[in-house]
């Protein structure tokens, strides 16, 4: 099983830039959130979507933008870089069935970008 | 909201030695808790997680955690430990707030030494 699935890997992006994250899952979650980790920081959620077409701002959502049209993608959207967004993006993914539940999330292996 | 506070930004143990690291929770409701261990350049796996049925939790690798309301804290152990254990260490809580979204502490890096 592929799991959670982020491009790219690596990316180099000047100010004012823009691009776009890619996030795929395949085990039909249908909770996914985006974070992006920063040394000595943890882990800070930027934004989240607990079905198709349905996304909610997390802790840190100044500057990106998200959407959700398919259960499987959860693209994330930097539309002027800035080097305060330098860090550690991370995607994942987990099912909810309704009741409170501790299921667990899945993550991608990252995509580390900075902003020159 | 909740929050964890993880105490010891970095851990040194021998290998074959005790590994104790620690996690204390805010929450005054029964939380969801997790540890999860991240290797150099990879993303974040599952080392276990709480539920009420028990409060000491079994994970991967010979990991447990026990988890103590009285104390609020869900502190990771491993009797030994061993070289490919050394990697960034993450306790995280989540609740309703932000769909089930994941509060993680800061991390503890553990190093292990010959």
């Known amino acids: 099983n592929a799991g959670v699935t982020q491009t790219p890997k690596f990316r180099i992006l000047k100010i004012g830039q823009s691009m776009t994250l890619q996030c795929a899952q395949d085990?039909?979650?249908?909770?996914m959130y985006w974070y992006r980790q920063d040394p000595g920081m943890g882990l800070k959620l930027i934004y989240y979507?607990?079905?198709?077409?349905?996304?909610d701002k997390g802790e840190v959502p100044n500057g990106y933008n998200v959407s959700r049209s398919t259960t499987e993608d959860f693209p994330l959207r930097l539309e002027l870089a800035a080097p305060s967004q330098t860090s550690v993006y991370f995607c994942a993914s987990s099912y909810y069935f309704g009741v409170d539940s501790n299921q667990p999330q899945h993550f991608g292996d990252g995509t580390r970008l900075s902003i020159l | 909201a909740q929050s964890v506070t993880q105490l010891g930004s970095h851990v040194s143990v021998s290998e074959g030695a005790l590994v104790l690291l620690r996690c204390n929770y805010s929450s005054s409701v029964p939380p969801y808790l997790f540890w999860y261990v991240q290797y150099p350049n990879q993303g974040l796996q599952l080392l276990l997680k709480?539920?009420?049925?028990?409060?000491l939790v079994k994970g991967i690798n010979g990991f447990e955690a026990e988890f103590k309301k009285s104390e609020t804290s869900f502190h990771l152990t491993k009797p030994s430990a061993h070289m490919s254990d050394a990697a960034e260490y993450f306790c995280?809580?989540?609740?309703?707030?932000?769909?089930?979204?994941?509060?993680f502490g800061k991390g503890t890096s553990l190093l292990v030494t010959p």
């Open positions: 085990m039909n979650h249908n909770y």
């Open positions: 709480y539920t009420s049925a028990a409060t």
């Open positions: 979507s607990v079905g198709a077409g349905i996304t």
């Open positions: 995280a809580v989540s609740g309703k707030d932000s769909g089930y979204a994941l509060n």
